[in-house]
Nanobody
Framework: GHFVESGGGVVHAGGSLRLSCKAS????????IAWFRQVSGKGREEVSC?????????????SYADSVKGRFTTSRDAATRTIYLQTTTVQPEGAAVYSC??????????????????WGQGTQVNLAS
């Protein structure tokens, strides 16, 4: 299975977008799910992580990169197998391809180097000039 990401587009600096990531062909509820972003020519950055429901995590049910903390919020809907990333106050460095990965662990922060899989194609976020 894989994720299908959507919701990207053009946003003005300071604006908001809601990104969606729907699991296809597998049940995502057992996995911690992270949003990543990547700019062409640069490495992938983990933006957020949300643990599987009712799973204890040493970092809490959600975690965020310092660069987005307080501005981005991740959530999940088990019924629709969809994970969301609400972005607010988008800054220029927010222009990237955003994609979801499922962790090899059910809890965020369970390992310093979890394996990630079930990648989708990603959704592009661009900033208006």
């Amino acid at each position: 299975g894989h994720f299908v990401e959507s919701g990207g587009g053009v946003v003005h600096a300071g604006g908001s977008l809601r990104l969606s990531c729907k699991a296809s062909g597998f049940n995502s509820k057992f996995y911690a799910i992270a949003w990543f972003r990547q700019v062409s020519g640069k490495g992938r950055e983990e933006v957020s992580c949300i643990s599987a429901s009712d799973v204890a995590s040493n970092v809490g049910p959600t975690s965020y990169a310092d660069s987005v903390k307080g501005r981005f919020t991740t959530s999940r809907d088990a019924a629709t197998r969809t994970i969301y990333l609400q972005t607010t106050t988008v800054q220029p460095e927010g222009a990237a391809v955003y994609s979801c990965g499922a962790s090899s662990y059910p809890a965020c922060g369970a390992s310093s180097e979890p394996l990630w899989g079930h990648w989708g194609q990603g959704t592009q976020v661009n900033l208006a000039s």
